[in-house]
């Protein structure tokens, strides 16, 4: 740790490979990986390509997040201290305060890259960094504790990371205009909600299970009738049971003092463990085929997780062994009970576990958001953690949905950082020659195009809309319809059980099975109508539909909810001035100092590094409209400050030459100034401060002066109260001002002339002179 911490302090005597990759001598996918690869195996994670930070996940606690980097990088300019998080960090804080613009933090990366951390240490370095009383201290609490609440019950271990988000979540920071986080909002997307019934090998359920049996009290697990975890068939699939690192017990504590910090009642609290472990014990009622009928083997196992639940047995058998089904017949319409197969009915008591975990996770959500929602915006940092590109053995529908939110993330990047800037180039006619690049777009319009050609959610969604209530035969079906709509596209192929299509971090193979099924994600009224039964009002709330309404609109697919949600992200991340941090994985074991060339090559590859730094390269490090450039370097200037007489682009002019900067830094836009090198910008905002410095110093000495002047007057006003009733001139001679000449010398000329020929006279008064014989003579001196 020692030889760690004085390496990080010693950067600037000792280099490790290049701070700042638009810097390197030689520009391709090698050169990039190299110097990579060097600062990671020197402890360095962070390097920048201009103001995009790169991130490599070390797997191991790096010791440069203390207080000391926190006041390192408060206020400092970027290229001022080594790459970091932090700089990053206060560079959209100081950005939001000075433009009085919303910003954004988009962190993107694979699964076990690294972007939960990244997130939590962004939110912990604003929560350092901004002031507050006793109020804003309390939404800090909020802020930082809800990141432990929902890693708990939004977190899991995968084959590929031990603390895997299996949600997105977009989390708003919502600040005063002093700077102050006074308010917040949390979005969530697609919680990966089948991993509550089944999990892959090597991987676990979500951390809330675990957190429940090891770290709750006797009395918590007597009531909630906890056993071991290879007990509940939902956590026993996988065998997987502990995490290396993670202490189950401990965090327990932690979710636990989040949700009291929140503000969550003990009530709903205690409610909120009953329905976890409800689910784990629902998890085990299994089913047997009699007669084509499903039937529950063992009915001993309901009364449980119908008492957690607070439901009666009996109605929980019957709902999960039959539906109600409306049926027409001669222009009747009826409801009947269909009894379910054994298939079924697994399929039924499944779909009421999700429901329950996703509604509970929604509720956590919405808690946090009312803890610390503010009636109206002012400004907000947004910082955006969400889920990793995957690409498993065996990848189906929610690897589906989570690359695709990924694609569109991507395309953000290509737009704002790529495209978007060389557009910027040829509208404001700045001279570019053009740096070509792969655009995205035409794998998401494939994926959720409506027509011409209809995309592979819309081709979904259509086959969902006329399957039957089992769906047998759909996902057969949805592969034929695929095929005859976009098999003919470059990024698509169809294969005997799946499709495969090519995504810009690479190939992925999609199993067709269950692609139905999870799309309709339809909880059927019969599970809604056993759960608003509960003598539980908590979890009443959780299911508060109306089931007296038209049923006969189409109900919202899993797809078309992601779609949404995944452009109305884009629509608020366009809305704010965004940053970017890129998270690389490594290697696949886990462990620090262990590089894998070919892992950190694909990913350097897909992320499009040497593109952006070719851009960038050849670009602008800074660009800004003329009135706002005009507005922050004015104070350079008198011509210029306090207001220009003229001109924008002729105030912009003068400034830059007033600085001396040299004419192939710099070229004037139609509307904006582009300044090529970020060393030149330096020069400005070092002049600027300076400016400021002198205008401190300048106010500094005004106000000690009047300090010093009243303290002058106390002293004396003092100095007389002291001397009150005790001297018998106290008012002509404390509170009386020096004069010096007491004799009135400008009104007697003949004394005047006498003294003219003397040297100069201080003090002058006439005395009575008493002698011995106390004779009095008067003088004059």
Not at 154 to 180: D, L, M, P, W
Not at 531 to 545: A, D, T, V, W
């Amino acid at each position: 740790m020692g030889s760690q911490e004085y390496h990080w302090q010693s950067q600037n005597v000792k280099q490790s490979g290049v701070d700042d990759m638009v810097l390197l001598s030689k520009i391709s996918e090698d050169a990039i990986v190299e110097n990579l690869k060097k600062r990671f195996m020197d402890d360095f994670i962070f390097t920048y390509i201009g103001s995009v930070l790169i991130s490599v996940n070390p797997f191991k606690q790096m010791p440069y997040f203390t207080d000391r980097e926190v006041e390192l990088y408060q206020g400092a300019a970027q290229y001022e201290n080594p790459p970091h998080i932090y700089a990053l960090t206060d560079n959209m804080y100081r950005n939001m305060m000075i433009d009085q613009e919303n910003q954004c933090v988009i962190i993107s990366g694979e699964s076990g890259a690294g972007k939960t951390v990244a997130a939590k240490y962004i939110m912990g370095y604003i929560s350092k960094v901004s002031g507050g009383g006793d109020k804003v201290q309390h939404v800090k609490d909020i802020i930082l504790q809800s990141n432990p609440l929902l890693e708990a019950f939004g977190n899991a271990k995968t084959v590929r990371n031990n603390n895997s988000s299996r949600f997105g979540k977009y989390f708003e920071i919502q600040f005063s205009r002093g700077g102050e986080p006074d308010g917040g909002k949390i979005s969530n997307f697609l919680l990966e909600k089948s991993r509550v019934v089944s999990q892959n090998e090597n991987e676990r359920n979500f951390h809330i299970y675990y957190q429940l049996i090891e770290g709750a009290n006797p009395q918590q697990k007597e009531g909630l009738g906890i056993m071991t975890p290879d007990y509940y068939y939902y956590l026993n699939q996988s065998g997987t049971y502990k995490v290396d690192g993670t202490n189950d017990s401990k965090d327990f504590q932690e979710t636990m003092e989040a949700m009291h910090v929140i503000g969550i009642p003990e009530a709903h609290q205690a409610q909120a463990l009953q329905i976890i472990a409800g689910i784990l014990h629902l998890g085990n009622i299994s089913f047997i085929e009699a007669g084509n009928y499903g039937q529950v083997e063992s009915t001993d196992l309901l009364a449980f997780p119908a008492y957690l639940l607070g439901v009666d047995p009996t109605r929980l058998q019957d709902k999960l062994t039959s539906r109600k089904m409306d049926s027409k017949w001669g222009g009747k319409s009826e409801s009947i009970d269909v009894t379910l197969n054994q298939e079924q009915a697994t399929y039924t008591r499944d779909a009421l576990a999700k429901a329950l975990y996703t509604r509970l996770f929604d509720y956590l959500v919405e808690a946090i958001n009312k803890a610390i929602q503010k009636p109206h915006e002012e400004y907000s940092i947004g910082v955006l953690d969400i889920y990793g590109f995957e690409i498993f053995q065996r990848n189906g529908f929610e690897q589906f949905c989570i690359n695709f939110v990924n694609e569109k993330l991507q395309q953000i990047f290509i737009e704002l950082t790529l495209k978007a800037e060389q557009e910027e180039y040829v509208q404001e006619g700045i001279k570019w020659t053009p740096i070509e690049y792969f655009n995205n777009k035409v794998v998401c319009d494939l994926i959720e195009n409506k027509l011409n050609p209809p995309g592979i959610m819309s081709v979904l969604d259509d086959v969902c809309a006329t399957m039957h209530a089992k769906g047998e035969g759909a996902d057969g079906t949805l592969l034929q319809k695929l095929s005859a709509a976009v098999g003919t596209h470059e990024h698509f192929n169809s294969w005997n059980s799946g499709f495969v299509i090519h995504h810009y971090a690479g190939k992925v193979s999609y199993e067709i099975n269950g692609f139905c099924e999870r799309n309709r994600d339809v909880l059927f009224t019969d599970l809604i109508e056993l759960m608003q039964s509960s003598e539980h009002g908590f979890i009443r709330s959780l299911f508060p539909e109306n089931l007296n309404t038209d049923k006969k609109s189409r109900p919202t697919t899993a797809s078309c909810k992601i779609k949404k949600q995944a452009n109305d992200l884009v629509n608020t991340l366009m809305k704010c001035t965004p940053h970017y941090i890129r998270c690389i994985k490594p290697n696949e074991t886990k462990r620090p100092k262990d590089w894998e060339e070919s892992r950190a090559k694909h990913q350097v590859e897909y992320l499009g590094l040497r593109e952006n730094i070719r851009v960038r390269r050849a670009g602008y490090a800074y660009r800004r409209v003329f009135n706002k450039f005009l507005q922050r370097y004015a104070i350079l200037t008198t011509e210029t400050w306090p207001c220009w007489r003229g001109g924008e682009q002729q105030g912009v002019l003068h400034l830059l030459r007033s600085v001396n900067m040299d004419t192939d830094q710099y070229q004037m836009g139609r509307s904006k100034v582009f300044v090529k090198a970020p060393e030149s910008l330096f020069l400005l905002e070092e002049m600027r401060e300076r400016k400021f410095d002198t205008f401190a110093r300048t106010i500094q000495k005004a106000w000690r002066k009047y300090i010093a002047r009243r303290k002058y007057e106390q002293m004396r006003e003092d100095a007389s109260d002291i001397l009150h009733n005790s001297k018998e001139r106290r008012r002509n001679s404390i509170n009386r001002n020096f004069v010096g000449d007491y004799l009135g010398l400008e009104q007697r000329p003949e004394l005047r002339q006498f003294l003219a020929k003397r040297e100069r006279v201080d003090f002058a008064d006439s005395v009575n002179k008493f002698d011995r014989r106390f004779k009095v003579r008067s003088f004059c001196g």
